[in-house]
Nanobody, 119 residues
Framework: QVQLVESGGGLVQPGGSLRLSCAAS????????MGWYRQAPGKERELVAV???????NYADSVKGRFTISRDNAKSTLYLQMNSLEPEDTAVYYC?????????????WGQGTQVTVSS
């Protein structure tokens, strides 16, 4: 069973920065993709950024140039560096990992961490 524990959320003023962390149980080499999603009140959960096993990254258009996803294999930890935060970035942020096998995808989620951007 994979366990994911997020941290780093909080209240920040517009223009500020936060770094989210997602600590995974066990080695992260088994994960095909690792990513961050977010869900704002009244909205559907959306992909923010993803990193695949080969190191390629992909970002939502709304965060390109402001957010950076990275991982530390030795620490089994995924990060999301968020700069130039805007009120529209306010949401609960979730860590997600996927293990993709022939015919099956195992999907694991963290408990979420709240990010609030407000003056």
């Amino acid at each position: 069973q994979v366990q994911l524990v997020e941290s780093g959320g909080g209240l920040v003023q517009p223009g500020g920065s936060l770094r989210l962390s997602c600590a995974a149980s066990g080695s992260i080499f088994i994960f095909n993709t690792m990513g961050w999603y977010r869900q704002a009140p009244g909205k559907e959960r959306e992909l923010v950024a993803v990193i695949v096993s080969g190191g390629r990254t992909n970002y939502a258009d709304s965060v390109k140039g402001r957010f950076t996803i990275s991982r530390d294999n030795a620490k089994s930890t995924l990060y999301l560096q968020m700069n130039s935060l805007e009120p529209e970035d306010t949401a609960v942020y979730y860590c997600n990992v996927k293990i993709i096998l022939p015919g099956t995808v195992y999907d694991y989620w963290g408990q979420g961490t709240q990010v609030t951007v407000s003056s």
